[in-house]
């Protein structure tokens, strides 16, 4: 496996730095452009990888995937009452996708959607940011798993689009705490840090059918099944559709870098370069998807 990770590494070499740092969020736009790292966590929780695969980086909406999951976990599908699943056309920060769809998120990837979710997240467990930390945790078994305050103080300071989406859906009566507080905890979701070792392990119970690093579900098989394809349709946002064209596995970027990517029944894959390209997906990770997926052959179709 290492010989097949170190052949993609060198495939994508020439495209790692290329596209853009998210620059939005100041604290995200200080990281290395040229960092790459690729890990593979198969089902027995063995990790192998290459470049910088064990540097922690800013997870961001990488959260999303595992506040989801927490909530489905906790709540079962209520929250579908509040959260669309639909793809969407707009860029994961649009407003004008969230007014055309009158204060209920099209998707839980959407940053509106996630600002559904941590709502829930924060009404069932009294800490969202805190229960989210504590399932990376748990599915990763680094306990030294943590939020980064640099970025999350970054982001809540130059938050004005994330702060505009929440006080819309509050206005169409679908928040049940306050904006401040929702805010909080999602951009402290955000800014935690895990390494491609990390995320893939945490991940792993997507590709197990919902059962978890203790052997117990943290979903059942078919909310599963669901979280997954909702990942396929929707976790790549607007560039959704050309990622399964290329990778086909469902999926989830942020705007860190990363992009964790489900091979049911077999692995994990997570990788991390923090240039982005127009979608925030990043250049370099979507390319060594692609490779790794063409050379092994694994895809859900
Ligand atoms: O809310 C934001 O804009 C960021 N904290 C997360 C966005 C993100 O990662 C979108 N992914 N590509």
Request: some cysteine.
């Amino acid at each position: 496996m290492r010989e097949v990770l170190e052949d993609v590494h060198e495939l994508v070499r020439s495209l790692v730095g290329q596209g853009r740092v998210a620059d939005y969020i100041p604290a995200l736009a200080e990281v290395e452009p040229r960092r790459f790292g690729l890990a593979v966590a198969t089902l027995d929780g063995e990790v192998t990888g290459v470049g910088d695969y064990r540097v922690p980086f800013s997870v961001q909406s990488l959260a999303k995937v595992f506040a989801l999951a927490a909530v489905l976990g906790a709540d079962g599908d209520q929250i579908w009452g509040r959260v669309g699943r639909e793809p969407s056309t707009h860029p994961f920060n649009s407003l004008v996708q969230l007014e055309i769809d009158r204060g209920v998120p099209r998707n839980p990837f959407l940053n509106a959607g996630a600002l559904v979710t941590t709502d829930r997240l924060l009404t069932l467990t009294g800490d969202a940011a805190g229960a989210l930390r504590g399932f990376l945790r748990a599915e990763s078994g680094n306990p030294a798993l943590d939020s980064d305050p640099r970025v999350a103080d970054s982001e809540l300071a130059h938050g004005h689009r994330n702060a505009s989406l929440a006080h819309l859906i509050a206005s169409y009566g679908n928040l049940e705490n306050p904006v401040p507080e929702v805010l909080d905890h999602y951009v402290r979701g955000c800014a935690l840090s895990a390494s491609c070792a990390d995320l893939a392990l945490a991940g792993l119970f997507l590709a197990r059918g919902g059962v978890g690093a203790d052997g117990t579900p943290v979903l059942s098989r078919e909310a599963t099944k669901r979280l997954n394809a909702t990942m396929l349709v929707c976790g790549m946002y607007d560039g959704a559709g050309e990622f399964a064209y290329r990778v086909g596995l469902p999926a989830k970027s942020g705007v860190g870098g990363g992009i964790i990517a489900v091979v049911p029944n077999r692995c994990v894959l997570c990788v991390w370069s923090p240039a982005l390209d127009v979608c925030g997906n990043s250049v370099a990770g979507v390319a060594a998807l692609e490779h790794l997926t063409a050379r092994t052959g694994w895809s859900v179709f």
